[in-house]
């Protein structure tokens, strides 16, 4: 399986931040590769896919960025709705596989 | 506005088999080529993949669930339905049903996910 690390774990931060979550895939995976947001008892929310492409109805605040194993989530100015855990997941191989999870909180 | 649904019961006794089935309204399964799934979050921890399955009926498993899972489609009802035998305190955990985002691909990303529900496996 492919293993998907996600760094830092927890980051705390304000309304206005830039924020920079990353995920490093064990081995390469192109641009196979999508965020989602997920918030405390609900189901996550698919942010980002193939790596860059933003999903429809997201806003233009959140940005993905990379290839092979190593990728970024950015959101350029946090806002108060954004306060949740965010997860990748790589679609490059059988079985899919999600990273572990960053929570984003209030600083 | 397409929309899924999970349901069944909400707690399992061990060794006995989990049963769900997902609901989609506002798109049919039959006339869409897409691949439809099942993935689970144990309380406080991450998600993990458990199947897909096509509108044909062709399945694809996570291969640490392949012996317990079975994945199937009723396309009459507009439903897709998930078994998961010999249940232990391990798979207690929110499951969830999505469509996979791409259409015909059974690697893909998953959008959208029903709301949800929690199965506790407890005597």
């Known amino acids: 399986d492919i293993q998907m690390t996600q760094s830092p774990s927890s980051v705390s931060a304000s309304v206005g931040d830039r924020v920079t979550i990353t995920c490093r895939a064990s081995?390469?995976?192109?641009?196979?590769l999508a965020w989602y947001q997920q918030k405390p008892g609900k189901a996550p929310k698919l942010l980002i896919y193939a790596a860059s492409s933003l999903q429809s109805g997201v806003p233009s605040r959140f940005s993905g960025s990379g290839s092979g194993t190593d990728f970024t989530l950015t959101i350029s100015s946090l806002q108060p709705e954004d306060f949740a855990t965010y997860y990748c997941?790589?679609?490059?191989?059988?079985?899919?596989?999600f990273g572990q999870g960053t929570k984003v909180e209030i600083k | 506005q397409l929309q899924l649904q999970e349901s069944g019961p909400g707690l399992v006794k061990p060794s006995e088999t989990l049963s769900l089935t997902c609901t989609v309204s506002?798109?049919?399964?039959?006339?869409?080529?897409?691949?439809w799934g099942w993935i689970r979050q144990p309380p406080g921890k991450g998600l993990e993949w458990i199947g897909s399955i096509y509108y044909s009926g062709s399945t694809y498993y996570n291969p640490s669930l392949k012996s317990r899972v079975t994945i199937s489609v009723d396309t009459s009802k507009n439903q897709f339905s998930l078994k998961l035998s010999s249940v232990t305190a391990a798979d207690t955990a929110v499951y969830y049903c999505?469509?996979?985002?791409?259409?015909?691909?059974?690697?893909?990303?998953?959008?959208?996910w029903g709301q949800g529900t929690l199965v506790t496996v407890s005597s």
């Open positions: 999505a469509r996979l985002l791409a259409a015909a691909a059974v690697l893909s990303w998953f959008d959208p």
């Open positions: 506002g798109g049919s399964i039959s006339s869409s080529s897409y691949y």
């Open positions: 081995q390469g995976i192109s641009s196979w």
């Open positions: 997941q790589q679609a490059n191989s059988f079985p899919q596989t």
